[in-house]
T-cell receptor, first 113, second 112 residues
Framework: DAKTTQPNSMESNEEEPVHLPCNHSTISGTDYIHWYRQLPSQGPEYVIHGLTSNVNNRMASLAIAEDRKSSTLILHRATLRDAAVYYCILRDVGGTSYGKLTFGQGTILTVHP | DGGITQSPKYLFRKEGQNVTLSCEQNLNHDAMYWYRQDPGQGLRLIYYSQIVNDFQKGDIAEGYSVSREKKESFPLTVTSAQKNPTAFYLC???????????FGNGTRLTVT
């Protein structure tokens, strides 16, 4: 499975934008880039996913590099409720790894009031 | 409201006992998954099922068993053969393909 690399932790102030980076240099053509976040003692929550083009939804934006070897999750205005562990995951829909989301250790985002 | 229900939230067992964790979904999803999470770590896949009466081993299936007799239910049994069963267990479901996973709120199992 293609792997992702994320910083262990990041900090932000409330109401400021947050850019969470993810490197995935071994990404294959059939890998989608997924982002989930997890609050303490809760299950992960889906945030956004994309293949090649940048994506926007009500929670965040996903900016994907032209060569697809990196991506950035953008929270436009961080709130205290955005403090969580953010996971960047590659999901291969073309092979036998159906459903096999491989979670790394993620980025712990701290938001300061 | 549609969602995934895991019960109980906390579970305590003595070493050597089998224990079954419940996972029920009313999202009409075909696929269901079990993950394990240890403190400070990411999630690891135990088993997954794409359709009723079919399931596949994930990365760490040893010491676990599952069944998928109904679309809505995917119980996980932690057997006495699992050497380090104390962990946070998460169930998820999805429709087919590249759709997002929906997770339950987990069961924290402590075996002493």
């Amino acid at each position: 499975d293609a792997k992702t690399t994320q910083p262990n932790s990041m900090e932000s102030n409330e109401e400021e934008p947050v850019h969470l980076p993810c490197n995935h240099s071994t990404i294959s053509g059939t890998d989608y880039i997924h982002w989930y976040r997890q609050l303490p003692s809760q299950g992960p929550e889906y945030v956004i996913h994309g293949l090649t083009s940048n994506v926007n939804n009500r929670m965040a934006s996903l900016a994907i590099a032209e060569d697809r070897k990196s991506s950035t999750l953008i929270l436009h205005r961080a709130t205290l409720r955005d403090a969580a562990v953010y996971y960047c995951i590659l999901r291969d829909v073309g092979g036998t790894s159906y459903g096999k989301l491989t979670f790394g250790q993620g980025t712990i985002l701290t938001v300061h009031p | 409201d549609g969602g995934i229900t895991q019960s109980p939230k906390y579970l305590f067992r003595k070493e050597g006992q089998n224990v079954t964790l419940s996972c029920e979904q009313n999202l009409n999803h075909d696929a269901m998954y079990w993950y394990r999470q240890d403190p400070g770590q990411g999630l690891r896949l135990i088993y997954y099922s794409q359709i009723v009466n079919d399931f596949q081993k994930g990365d760490i299936a040893e010491g676990y068993s599952v069944s998928r007799e109904k679309k809505e239910s995917f119980p996980l049994t932690v057997t006495s053969a699992q050497k380090n069963p104390t962990a946070f267990y998460l169930c998820a479901s999805s429709v087919a393909g590249n759709s997002p996973l929906h997770f339950g709120n987990g069961t924290r199992l402590t075996v002493t």
